[in-house]
């Protein structure tokens, strides 16, 4: 099985080097090594940032939206072409596809949102209007409906924006007890955060227990959190109404698309409150035919993916960077795997900055300034110090980023007095 056709890059990524390098007098430094330009055709004209003049980064770092999350392998990208070229029914597309990616998945049912921000919108509204016109067409202005979305302190977060986008009243709880005291004839909604599963007093069993006790409708945010790929129904089968995933992180599907899964019901009330229905609250979250059909082909390629080979090779990439940073002395190296996002290998890299007189903050800004431009894990308050997965590169760009990080290290080193 293929680790995607990314395997197929790697072999002409390395070829190309050479061309590059016998090119080294005439070509522009910039396309020496900007890793968009290497094609491996000497003649490969600069790319659409190189010509946009906007600078291309090396992804150590994850998933990450303003990054702009994570790269389409070419099938999506042609798929997305491809569906460029002809029209359809929107509503069409969407009701088939769905039905595929819920068969696909061995969940109820399914539909492509765009984002799993956009999946919480129509989600939660799904929960409050059901299938009546009248209130899809009155949200967010709740009167006449239940409007309260119960949710964990520990799980409040910067997207619940897009819970509360419906209109709805976001009640805080902490305890078994507390939820139980809040939930009442208004409530709607029970969000989770799948990330946050291990910060609240309620677990994930918990709260899909709840739900169905009361019968209340629960959703549970798990945009970023595959892998590993059995997350995709493990909810559903927990027995969450909804689930929401992002299309383009670790799916690698297009940006602007995303998977909510659940209970038919709702998602047939989710579909009704979305594109291409003029007067809902979600018709400003429009996905495309081009979207659904690459979110489609992306999932499909993404389950048919050798996770354990692909983890291998992340794996043997970060031994690739460990093996150069570890050669610097007063450089010391750890691996950690996130427990639920990002969830794969990573690579902390741990130095004395005083004796080196080299933060872990100005190593960041020196590797996003150098020529490529590469981004990784660090900051302020950032428990690893300074980390780089290779969950996000693409093939052969661990060793310019080993390269980057043991070259800044090493002047470093060597400014150290004796
Ligand atoms: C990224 C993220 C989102 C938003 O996902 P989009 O697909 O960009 O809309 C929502 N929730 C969590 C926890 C995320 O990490």
């Known amino acids: 099985m293929a680790i995607f056709n990314w395997r197929f890059s790697r072999r002409n990524f390395l070829a190309g080097g050479s061309v590059f390098s016998a090119l080294a007098g005439r070509a522009p430094r910039r396309l020496l090594v900007s890793p968009g330009g290497l094609t491996g055709t000497p003649a490969a ?119 509360r986008n419906v209109g709805v009243r976001l009640v805080e709880v902490e305890t078994e007890d507390d939820l139980e005291r809040a939930i009442n004839d208004k409530t709607a909604m029970l969000h989770f955060l799948n990330e946050a599963q291990n910060q609240g007093k309620i677990g994930l069993e918990k709260w899909a227990q709840a739900g169905k006790r009361h019968g209340i409708p629960t959703f549970n945010d798990a945009a970023a959190d595959v892998p590993p790929v059995s997350h995709l129904s493990d909810y559903n089968k927990m027995g969450f109404d909804l689930v929401s995933f992002s299309g383009g992180k670790g799916l690698r599907g297009p940006q602007c698309a995303g998977l909510l899964l659940g209970r038919k019901d709702l998602i047939e009330a989710a579909l009704m409150n979305n594109n291409p229905y003029e007067d809902t609250i979600g018709r400003p979250l429009k996905v495309g035919k081009e979207e659904i059909v690459g979110m489609f082909v992306a999932l499909e390629l993404y389950l048919k993916v050798d996770h354990e080979a692909e983890w291998k090779d992340w794996e043997a990439r970060l031994d690739a960077i460990d093996k150069m940073v570890s050669s610097v002395p007063g450089v010391r190296t750890g691996r950690f795997v996130p427990e639920v996002a990002n969830h794969v290998p990573h690579l902390y890299l741990q130095w004395d900055e005083k004796a080196m007189g080299l933060t872990k903050a100005e190593c960041m800004r020196q590797l996003e300034d150098g020529e490529p431009s590469i981004v990784c894990l660090g900051g302020e308050d950032y428990q690893y110090g300074l980390a780089v997965t290779p969950f996000m590169m693409k093939p052969g760009e661990e060793e310019i980023v080993g390269r980057r990080l043991k070259e800044i290290l090493s002047a470093a080193a060597k400014r150290q007095p004796a």
């Open 45 to 163: 004209p600069a790319n659409i940032y190189e010509r946009l003049g906007v600078r291309t980064r090396i992804n150590a770092k994850g998933t990450y939206t303003n990054l702009t999350g994570s790269l389409l392998p070419p099938e999506a990208a042609r798929a997305m072409e491809e569906a460029a070229q002809h029209y359809v029914v929107l509503d069409e597309l969407q009701r088939v596809v769905g039905e595929r990616i819920a068969r696909m998945l061995g969940v109820e049912a399914a539909c492509v949102a765009s984002g799993a921000a956009g999946a919480m919108v129509i989600g939660t509204a799904a929960c409050l209007t059901g299938k009546d016109p009248e209130k899809i067409k009155r949200i967010p202005d709740t009167t006449g409906m239940k409007n309260e979305v119960v949710i964990q302190k520990a799980h409040r977060y910067a997207f619940d924006h897009a819970v």
